[in-house]
């Protein structure tokens, strides 16, 4: 198993542009969440998954948009990037959200820069 | 919303005990506690998770406070690899801490 992977590592955008961090688990995950990660703020939720075709808000969800179209993939979309978005970005999955809350599987994470 | 607190930074010895605590006061009844750590440019990684009861692995131990309301992860004895950054989290509202680092010193 792959585990959890993320492309790509790394990014520079201009103030405005749009893009697609990718992420995606092989492991039948139901539960996928995108965190970002600024120098010492700890991780925060931006979205998160339950399953195919459900998403929800996490604590941070301005400026970003996300789909769940398989159980495999959930990208996260930045739709006119800000300087304010420069950051770590981690995908993460877990088996289930509810009952014995299994712990989470991490990426390696994207690295952000906007100019 | 359950929200946690963790001490910025603590220190140990190699070979020591560490605890870790974490308060989190707010928790609600059906929220589990989790423990990750993460190590520099590097994702988080699971420790241990629990609901009521102390839970062990092969990592650590977890105590967990009658109330819920205080955890603590105990590394039972400190290694060099241990030196991270250790997050609680509440399965509430899926938020992290600010996190605690761990130095061990030689």
């Known amino acids: 198993n792959a585990g959890v992977t993320q492309t790509p590592k790394f990014q520079v955008l201009k103030t405005g542009q749009s893009m697609t961090l990718q992420c995606a688990q092989d492991m039948n995950h139901e539960y996928m969440s995108w965190y970002r990660q600024d120098p010492g703020m700890g991780l925060r939720l931006i979205h998160y998954s339950v399953g195919a075709g459900i998403t929800d808000q996490g604590e941070v969800p301005n400026g970003y948009n996300v789909s769940r179209s398989t159980t495999e993939d959930f990208p996260l979309r930045l739709l006119s990037a800000a300087p304010s978005q420069t950051s770590v970005y981690f995908c993460?999955?877990?088996?289930?959200?509810?009952?014995?809350?299994?712990?989470?599987?991490f990426g390696p994470g994207t690295r952000l820069t906007v100019l | 919303d359950a929200k946690t607190t963790q001490p910025n930074s603590m220190e140990s010895n190699e070979e020591e005990p560490v605890h870790l605590p974490c308060n989190h006061s707010?928790?609600?009844?059906?929220?589990?506690i989790h423990w990750y750590r993460q190590l520099p440019s590097q994702g988080p990684e699971y420790v241990i998770h629990g609901l009521t009861s102390n839970v062990n692995n092969r990592m650590a131990s977890l105590a967990i406070a009658e109330d819920r309301k205080s955890s603590t992860l105990i590394l039972h004895r400190a290694t060099l690899r241990d030196a991270a950054v250790y997050y609680c989290?509440?399965?509430?509202?899926?938020?992290f801490g600010q996190g605690t680092i761990l130095t061990v010193h030689p």
């Open positions: 989290m509440a399965t509430g509202k899926l938020t």
């Open positions: 707010t928790i609600s009844g059906t929220d589990y």
């Open positions: 993460a999955s877990s088996y289930k959200l509810t009952g014995a809350q299994r712990e989470q599987f």
